[in-house]
């Protein structure tokens, strides 16, 4: 059972969400709540699999109420649910640590298969975002390649996240346990500074290190 909770201040999008997740298997709602005020114990009295997050919202809005996760918890996967498509909303959210950054005009399968793809290591994405993130890179200055010590499976990990390889698929590949594939992504967040795996694939293209 994946278990969601949600933050969206439109009560009739809420509400539509929490039907759609609720009434299919394998999925359930924890909470829905129209702001982020109090989102760091929020997500720690419900222990969510996957967070979805609206951008603007009154009082403490999304790409804030992220941060404020990002400091207590690494592990949740927080989806940017959003009307926003703009560089600068896409490029801060994947800055802070989102695990993925949908529109809301994703058709409800969509959804709920990006959804279970962020459960499983993935970073899902609108086509619409993922052309602009390539473009935002393409335009980002190159740094000089930094050493950050990764080790030689480190480093296989770290290619394969950025061939877009779920945890799964990695411990297929190098066939590995998928906790030792946890404990490598961990080490490697350690070393790169990060703390999602967008956050992780973006610094690869950043500083070169592939």
């Given at each position: 059972?994946?278990?969601?909770?949600?933050?969206?201040?439109?009560?009739?999008?809420?509400?539509?969400?929490?039907?759609?997740?609720?009434?299919?298997?394998?999925?359930?709602?924890?909470?829905?709540?129209?702001?982020?005020?109090?989102?760091?114990?929020?997500v720690?009295?419900?222990?969510?699999?996957?967070?979805?997050?609206?951008?603007?919202?009154?009082?403490t809005?999304?790409?804030?109420?992220?941060?404020?996760?990002?400091?207590?918890?690494?592990?949740?996967?927080?989806l940017?649910?959003?009307?926003?498509?703009?560089?600068?909303?896409?490029?801060?959210?994947?800055?802070?640590?989102?695990?993925?950054?949908?529109?809301?005009?994703?058709?409800?399968?969509?959804?709920?298969?990006?959804?279970?793809?962020?459960t499983?290591g993935?970073?899902?994405?609108t086509?619409?975002?993922?052309?602009?993130?390539?473009?935002m890179?393409?335009?980002?200055?190159?740094?000089k390649?930094?050493?950050?010590?990764?080790?030689?499976?480190?480093?296989?990990?770290?290619?394969l996240?950025?061939?877009?390889?779920?945890?799964?698929m990695?411990?297929?590949?190098?066939f590995?346990?998928?906790?030792?594939?946890r404990?490598?992504i961990?080490?490697?967040?350690?070393?790169?500074h990060?703390?999602s795996?967008?956050?992780?694939?973006?610094?690869?293209?950043?500083?070169?290190?592939?």
């Open positions: 059972m994946i278990r969601v909770v949600i933050y969206e201040d439109n009560p009739q999008f809420r509400e539509g969400l929490t039907m759609l997740i609720n009434g299919s298997d394998g999925f359930s709602v924890l909470a829905s709540y129209k702001n982020c005020n109090n989102v760091a114990e929020e720690e009295k419900w222990s969510p699999d996957v967070i979805l997050m609206d951008i603007n919202m009154p009082g809005d999304g790409l804030e109420g992220l941060k404020k996760i990002r400091e207590v918890n690494t592990e949740v996967k927080v940017m649910l959003t009307v926003f498509d703009d560089n600068k909303n896409v490029f801060e959210a994947l800055r802070n640590g989102a695990n993925g950054y949908l529109l809301k005009k994703t058709p409800p399968a969509k959804l709920l298969e990006y959804i279970q793809d962020a499983l993935g970073a899902p994405m086509s619409s975002i993922a052309t602009q993130v390539l473009k890179f393409q335009v980002i200055p190159q740094s390649n930094q050493d950050y010590c990764l080790s030689e499976r480190e480093t296989e990990v770290l290619q996240l950025v061939d877009g390889f779920s945890y799964k990695i411990a297929s590949e190098l590995i346990a998928i906790d030792t594939v404990s490598h961990k080490k490697i967040y350690e070393k790169l990060v703390n795996k967008s956050e992780a694939v973006a610094k690869a293209f950043k500083d070169k290190l592939l």
